[in-house]
């Protein structure tokens, strides 16, 4: 019996063993892709912190990010926006980084690619991606001779220069965010361009966090924020939503569209399922049949196998191919 229990406590020495090697063995592999500063880079982005759940902040079901599926993602954004130690590194807890601080590093270099394939890397968007990443203790990575980013402001860039790619220079255009995460789209968006107007759509916590955010980082503008559980009437030149419109309950996307999408010319919505797959809401097709004259376009670079793009009003000049 004392030998049978040896020999065990042997194998799974063993087996422990052979884990290490194989995880010293991949950590080996990725140096060798990524430099050995990354390596250093993510070892710290694997600090996160949790928040315990408010009732001043509950979920009230409106959205994916709105519901039980990310119940603390509300109280977080409450919280950075009221506490200044929250605050300073409210992009590495938990709960922003499921919602939406979660780009790859590997991700991060499709959306370079990406985007040097349509512009020249500009001095200001390096300026621009590092003045944002300065608050909030962001997960980053060394991406060659352009800079230290975390690969989120890579994935707002990409976005940036498609809507400049696709409607033009968005100087002076009245733009409606639906969905809008901790003001970081809005924030580049603004920092390299001057847009006339700025409407933010999302929840009460977020919109305070949104706040907080860009006047920490000195963005002046004409901003305007609206609850997105009951959102407002609204026409702009430009409504953009990344990931958030395909994930608000059914009810609340034919408010929206009656509301905003339908009274704007011109839309970028990137699209995944997640409404459609929890709530009942509208398909990519479904939705794409309300706007006249709108394109599906492929995903470039693809985050998942279901997600696309949806636009509509774009120049006849427009020089991305999809």
């Known amino acids: 019996m004392i030998k049978r229990i040896l020999l065990g406590l042997k194998k799974n020495k063993i087996r422990s063993v052979n884990l290490v090697f194989k995880r010293i063995d991949e950590l080996n592999a990725w140096r060798k892709i990524y430099g050995s500063i990354n390596l250093i880079h993510r070892y710290r982005n694997k600090k996160s912190f949790e928040v315990e759940l408010s009732k001043e902040h509950l979920a009230y079901g409106s959205s994916i990010t709105d519901s039980h599926m990310y119940a603390t993602y509300p109280t977080l954004c409450g919280l950075a926006a009221a506490d200044e130690k929250i605050f300073k590194k409210f992009r590495s807890s938990r709960p922003m980084i499921a919602a939406l601080d979660h780009v790859s590093i590997e991700l991060g270099n499709e959306y370079i690619e990406e985007i040097i394939t349509h512009t020249e890397w500009m001095e200001e968007f390096t300026k621009a991606i590092e003045r944002i990443d ?3 203790r962001p997960k980053k990575y060394k991406f060659g001779s ?5 690969p989120t402001l890579l994935r707002y860039l990409k976005v940036y220069v498609d809507l400049n790619s696709y409607f033009g220079p968005l100087d002076k255009l009245r733009i409606s965010e639906i969905g809008i995460g901790f003001g970081g789209q809005a924030s580049l968006i603004n920092l390299l361009g001057d847009t006339r107007d700025y409407n933010f759509y999302d929840i009460p916590p977020v ?3 949104a706040q907080k955010f860009i006047s920490e980082i000195g963005i002046s503008g004409n901003f305007k924020f609206f609850d997105g559980r009951n959102p407002a009437p609204n026409e702009s030149d430009l409504v953009i939503s990344n990931y958030a419109f395909s994930e608000i309950n059914a009810e609340l996307q034919k408010i929206y569209f009656e509301n905003v999408v339908s009274k704007s010319p011109r839309g970028y919505i990137t699209w995944n399922s997640l409404s459609q797959d929890n709530f009942g809401g509208y398909s990519l097709r479904e939705f794409a049949k309300l706007i006249p004259h709108s394109r599906i376009l492929e ?16 120049n006849s000049n427009s020089i991305v191919q999809h």
């Open 299 to 314: 995903e470039r670079p693809k985050s998942d196998d279901r997600n696309a793009i949806l636009i509509w009003g774009e």
């Open 134 to 136: 300065s608050k909030g």
């Open 146 to 150: 352009l800079g230290t980013f975390s």
């Open 207 to 209: 919109l305070q966090l």
